[in-house]
């Protein structure tokens, strides 16, 4: 046992030939040498390379070995060879729909579809990290009748489907054509 009650393992450290011994930390569990301050050397014990969520039959571009397999990393889906650690050729799985609609935050991006890491769909200004800009609803072209912000969503509201004000502080919902045309009858 180390002096702080961690275990050592048989490894050796490459740098300074102390023991090794298991920490644990922010990105997961790492071997690391015992003689720190005065080496600093770790090895990651598993690598944030993500799991195969399956393998696409496509040879890797880069290394000509490898295929390239969809996986589930800690950030979403991507494209990676399964030759990794050797071959650290990456894509993205596809590029994001734009939509025509103009960021009402920034004015100068516009509104993308993403996916987060998690799977879930929303839409964010392509000015990222400029613009931070996101909404998870379906936008729509339009003007809020109450604070006049430049974009409306469209949401699922007692099994009626509304367009309500895209600014969270005033989620307005706004006034149905056909239920005002009722009532002029």
């Known amino acids: 046992m180390s002096k702080d ?16 011994a298991f920490k644990s930390g922010k990105r997961g569990p790492f071997l690391a040498c015992t003689a720190y301050p005065d080496c600093h050397y770790t090895k990651a014990l598993h690598h944030g390379d993500g799991h195969v969520v399956k393998a696409l039959g496509v040879a890797c571009p880069a290394c000509h070995q490898g295929e390239l ?20 050729h990456i894509e993205k799985p596809d590029e994001p729909d734009h939509t025509t609609l103009t960021c009402p935050a920034c004015h100068k991006g516009e509104l993308v579809e993403r996916t987060s890491r998690y799977g879930k769909r929303f839409f964010a200004c392509d000015q990222y990290p400029k613009c931070h800009f996101a909404v998870n ?12 912000f430049a974009l409306l969503v469209e949401r699922k509201k007692g099994g ?5 004000c895209a600014d969270k502080p005033c989620s307005a919902i706004q006034g149905e054509p056909a239920a005002e045309s009722e009532s002029e009858d």
């Open 5 to 20: 009650n961690t275990p050592n393992t048989h490894e050796r450290c490459p740098e300074c030939g102390s023991a090794l």
């Open 69 to 88: 397999v969809l996986r589930q990393g800690r950030f979403g889906m991507f494209i990676g060879c399964d030759q990794f650690p050797q071959c650290t």
């Open 137 to 148: 609803a379906q936008p729509i072209a339009g003007t809020c009748e109450q604070c006049g």
């Open 160 to 164: 009626k489907t509304v367009h309500q």
